[in-house]
Every structure is written in structure tokens, then in C-alpha cells.
């Protein structure tokens, strides 16, 4: 069971030039990882005790972030699209 399976998620997608779509997304653990899933893409990956990136998301995949919320019980996941000139 993972631990953070009873978070709130708050998404925010933020897409230029398309129509927004719906996206599934969800907390799953695999081993010691935690991960943030949307549409079956691993996006985020929680830093492990003891590292730098302890209580941070580390973004997996360009454009997507994830941040913890200020209550502690959710999670706020954000994608802009990335501009390519």
C-alpha cells in the first residue's frame, strides 16, 4: 500500500495552441518509489530521505511539475507544453 495513496491531487494543465484534454492522474508505488502517473506516463518521482531531494517531485519529463500544497495532504501537478522555435 502507498503511503500517499490518500492525496488530493489539484491539477492544472496548461496547453498552448490545443484544446485541453482530459488526463488521468494518480500516486503509485513501485519498490521504494513514489511516483505521479498521468495518462500512464511517470512524471514525478519523490526525492528519498536523506537526499537532496527529500519531500520534492522530481519532474521526470519535460514541461510537467509537481508540488507538494501548503496542507500537506495534496499534491498540485502542472504541465505547459514546451515551445519549440
Known sequence: ??????????SEFVLTGAAMAAMQVSIECEGGDIFVIADGVKIAKLGHPGTPQAKTWVSLEPGWTVRECDDGESIEVEYKRQRMH
Open 1 to 10: 500500500m502507498c503511503a500517499l495513496s490518500g492525496l488530493t491531487i489539484q
